[in-house]
């Protein structure tokens, strides 16, 4: 079989999954599974899951057979000591483990979602266009949880949660399958965006929904949630918000998806191994805080800071 013949039958493939996740009803269909996993009868699915996804069990925070479904299995916390949270005020983190997609410069108030496809800042952010002029000219980064990752986010630099926008939408898979081949999926799908008052300036922790994500939820609000029935956008503001250090747990994903996060221009330098396709561990230097406007220089411990990250 040539390469050019591979190549066809791989698009015929991909046209045909494409057209079968279109007709499926995402959400009602998200919804039922959520349901499901999230009861006892969902618990002999545990092993073979585990097994099917080889996720890691070992760094689980209690063993496979004390778990009583396969949400809470998902939702595991991680061992005491899987994880080491990068020290330094000025270090960014990554708040999750997963697969960096994408990630770059905000340019026209436009992402880059995959080769040759991207996607409107102003769409994702829900229509909220003082926040687009904010995060443009910024820099993103997008990193694709996978089923057998660890699923709860933290923060990526200590601050203090200000403000969130939950944007409803459909949810088509966030696989390479559906970043490849379905056109503004970030922008289509659901999502539930915490800002954060930090050194940095605001970041956006953007927690984008896919199939079978039953819901994702945050720590600073019990009642916030996604994929809920006739959906609206909300806009709310965190009052008296709590401030979360750095590593400290933000939300979680029942079932997995994608995270993005947004900086404002100028604000803060990527570690220069960032990669697409690089696998990042929660609590792993991504980055550091570049010195604020007006700032006196900073100290022999922030240039330290700075050099960690090369």
């Not at 660890?150 to 559906?178: E, K, Q, S």
């Not at 396709?277 to 100290?299: R, Y």
Request: proline share 4%.
């Amino acid at each position: 079989m040539t390469s050019e013949w591979k190549e066809c039958c791989s698009r015929m493939s991909d046209r045909l999954k494409l057209v079968m996740i279109k007709i499926l009803p995402k959400k009602t269909f998200s919804r039922i599974i959520g349901r499901f996993a999230q009861s006892r009868a969902s618990r002999p699915l545990i092993r073979p899951y585990a097994k099917f996804f080889k996720v890691d069990v070992s760094q689980a925070e209690k063993p496979i057979h004390q778990y009583m479904s396969l949400s809470e299995f998902f939702t595991r916390r991680l061992k005491e000591g899987a994880r080491t949270v990068a020290e330094g005020s000025r270090v960014l983190i990554s708040p999750v483990d997963g697969r960096i997609s994408e990630f770059g410069t905000i340019t026209n108030k436009t992402l880059l979602q995959a080769k040759g496809v991207s996607y409107s800042l102003l769409e994702l952010l829900g229509g909220d266009e003082e926040r687009a002029r904010r995060y443009d000219g910024g820099v993103f980064l997008t990193i694709y949880l996978s089923p057998k990752d660890y699923h709860r986010i933290h923060m990526p630099l200590a601050g203090t949660v200000t403000h969130y926008t939950y944007v409803p939408g459909t949810l088509f898979p966030v696989n390479p399958l559906g970043v490849r081949c379905v056109a503004g999926l970030f922008a289509k799908n659901e999502r539930l965006i915490t800002y954060i008052d930090t050194q940095a300036g605001e970041i956006a922790v953007v927690k984008v929904g896919a199939t079978i994500v039953g819901s994702v939820r945050v720590v600073y609000d019990e009642t916030l949630t996604t994929n809920v029935k006739q959906g609206m956008t909300v806009k709310g503001t965190v009052e008296k918000g709590p401030f979360l250090a750095k590593g400290d747990e933000l939300g979680l994903f029942q079932f997995g998806s994608t995270v993005i996060l947004l900086f404002e221009p100028d604000a803060i330098e990527l570690n220069p191994r960032i990669k697409t396709g690089e696998f990042l561990h929660f609590g792993e230097a991504i980055g550091v805080v570049k010195k604020a406007s007006g700032e006196a220089d900073g100290t022999e411990e922030e240039a330290n800071q700075r050099n960690s990250i090369t």
